[in-house]
């Protein structure tokens, strides 16, 4: 499974859609793709196109968003306690989580925000 962070969704679905041709692979490759709850918030509190929600809805509907609960907040909890300035990476951080309880990769274009972190696999296409 690869969990989809914001950096990426925002590059496959918005402005240019670079990380579109990548995104297209990899669903007709047949991979699970999912997207968290946090990462929905963020990608909707932004300023959306119509026509970039309903992309999104149709690849990712917001019924489907993996949900952040006790056990994504005990691990964020940890990376961040493990970190010596964790302060203003929360959201990075239970996004990271939400992968780590799900033994997921985690596909980012920020890949120095998550490359420290213990027990998260970052997805690298190709």
Same mark, same amino acid.
């Given at each position: 499974?690869?969990?989809?962070?914001?950096?990426?969704?925002?590059?496959?679905?918005?402005?240019?859609?670079?990380? *579109?041709?990548? +995104?297209?692979?990899?669903?007709?490759?047949?991979?699970?793709?999912?997207?968290?709850?946090?990462?929905?918030?963020?990608?909707?509190?932004?300023?959306?196109?119509?026509? @970039?929600?309903?992309?999104?809805?149709?690849?990712?509907?917001?019924?489907?968003?993996?949900?952040?609960?006790? !056990? @994504?907040?005990?691990?964020?909890?940890? +990376?961040?306690?493990?970190? *010596?300035?964790?302060?203003?990476?929360?959201?990075?951080?239970?996004?990271?989580?939400?992968?780590? *309880?799900?033994?997921?990769? +985690?596909?980012?274009? !920020?890949?120095?925000?998550?490359?420290? +972190?213990?027990?998260?696999?970052?997805?690298?296409?190709?």
């Amino acid at each position: 499974m690869i969990l989809l962070d914001t950096s990426f969704l925002v590059d496959a679905l918005s402005g240019p859609r670079r990380s *579109a041709p990548p +995104l297209r692979r990899e669903i007709e490759r047949g991979e699970r793709i999912a997207l968290p709850s946090l990462v929905l918030y963020e990608w909707l509190r932004g300023p959306r196109l119509r026509e @970039e929600l309903e992309a999104q809805e149709a690849l990712f509907p917001r019924a489907t968003a993996l949900p952040f609960g006790a !056990d @994504e907040a005990a691990i964020a909890a940890g +990376l961040h306690a493990g970190l *010596a300035r964790g302060r203003g990476r929360e959201i990075d951080l239970a996004i990271a989580a939400c992968a780590i *309880a799900r033994d997921a990769a +985690l596909w980012t274009l !920020d890949v120095d925000d998550f490359a420290a +972190l213990p027990d998260l696999r970052l997805f690298t296409p190709g």
